[in-house]
């Protein structure tokens, strides 16, 4: 069987460009990785550690995200009620944005919950699909922790 490939998290930008459709580059689950960090947090946050905080993530493996995709992505998420936000206008200071989950958005992180799970079966379908018209073995399900698999 062929040594499983690090997609899980990819080391350099060249190898997620590689195959740019893999499941790292998917924005569409920034939301949830957003929505978990406030509700983890329990208190308004400013954007910046939202970032900071979205690069400790599985989501990103260690990686920043790009800071102007989680702000657009807050955008889009206030917009539909979310989140909300305001101004923090310090003394001192720049002014800082701070956002804070609404009870939509923990009622939203609760479907996440089970669309997630929805995706992982699918995927698996989709694994054995795949591996199946490639006429190989389905592979070892791959441990996606934040180490490297290559030993490297």
């Known amino acids: 069987m062929e040594q499983m490939w690090s ?10 460009i590689e195959c740019a459709a893999l499941g790292k580059s998917l924005n569409r689950l920034s939301q949830p990785t957003i929505l978990t960090i406030l509700a983890a947090n329990d208190k308004p946050m400013h954007g910046y550690i939202i970032v900071q905080q979205a690069a400790k993530s599985p989501m990103f493996g260690g990686k920043k995200p790009d800071a102007t995709g989680i702000y657009r992505a807050l955008k889009r998420m206030e917009e539909s009620g979310l989140v909300t936000s305001w101004w923090d206008t310090p003394d001192q200071g720049s002014a800082k944005r701070l956002f804070e989950l ?23 379908e989709l694994r054995v699909s795949a591996s199946t018209a490639l006429g190989i073995d389905v592979p070892d399900t791959p441990a996606c922790a934040h180490v490297d698999l290559e030993g490297e």
């Open 7 to 16: 997609a899980c998290h990819p080391k350099t930008e060249e190898e997620l």
């Open 102 to 124: 609404t009870d939509k958005g923990r009622h939203c992180l609760r479907r996440w919950i089970d669309a997630l799970a929805c995706y992982k079966m699918t995927i698996e």
